[in-house]
């Protein structure tokens, strides 16, 4: 199978409403070209240097996706193009974010990473942490983040139940941030791979997959 049938057999799965992200960390720039004559668009990387090394060499209509664990002091180096950061697991982090975005005139798009998943080496926010801080309304004031909604990664597990339970929950935080204080939230990042047929039930609105389209790391 080729990159092209990879990524066309996955968007005739997705409902209408769901985007794709293509994971691309690891593989080489050629195999983002591929995908990208095949018209995609949004890709995900997880690593700053690898993304500052592609970036400049690809199209410019690329949208890049950050999904990785971000230190404070590298946000400068994606935030002048970067659309979309699905992983602020910290408060600090989102005011870094807000003042690298701010210093190159940008308002940029984030996502407030959940830990759901049994594993304690998963990043992200408690729920009622994050609830807690969001309704406090501190979040709101930063005037350039847009926040977008929620991110999440279920537990690597057979287990479909859990999964599926842990994706519920996610989407059950999104909704109550939705509802109670941020009306403009639109995006619930989960699946990958693996799981992101269960993610789209539980009401996923992005799904992130990379080995289904660029095969195994
Ligand atoms: C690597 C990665 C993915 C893609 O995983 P696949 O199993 O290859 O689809 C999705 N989300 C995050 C946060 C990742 O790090």
């Known amino acids: 199978m080729t990159i092209e049938q990879n990524i066309n057999e996955i968007k005739a ?22 995908a990208y004559r095949c018209g995609q668009r949004a890709f995900g990387e ?29 946000i400068k180096y994606i935030a002048p193009y970067v659309s979309l950061i699905h992983s602020v697991d910290s408060a600090r982090l989102l005011e870094a974010i807000d003042r690298q975005a701010e210093k190159c005139s940008r308002v940029i798009d984030v996502l407030f990473e959940l830990h759901v998943a049994q594993e304690q080496s998963k990043h992200g926010w408690e729920c009622d942490e994050l609830l807690d801080y969001v309704l406090s309304g501190e979040a709101a004031k930063l005037k350039n983040v847009s926040l977008r909604g929620v991110m999440g990664m279920a537990t690597f597990t057979d287990d479909t139940k859990r999964i599926r339970a842990e994706f519920r929950r ?23 791979s693996g799981d992101y047929r269960i993610a789209i039930e539980e009401g996923s609105t992005l799904v992130r997959i990379g080995s289904s389209i660029f095969g195994s790391r």
């Open 170 to 192: 996610i989407r059950e935080v999104f909704d109550k941030l939705k509802n109670e204080a941020l009306p403009q939230f639109d995006t619930v990042s989960m699946g990958m």
């Open 13 to 34: 799965t997705l409902p209408n409403g769901v985007k794709l992200v293509a994971v691309s960390k690891t593989f080489p720039a050629s195999d983002i070209e591929e």
């Open 46 to 74: 997880n690593r700053i240097q690898e993304l500052n090394v592609k970036q400049p060499i690809l199209p410019d209509d690329i949208e890049w996706h950050f999904i990785g664990s971000l230190q404070t002091n590298k």
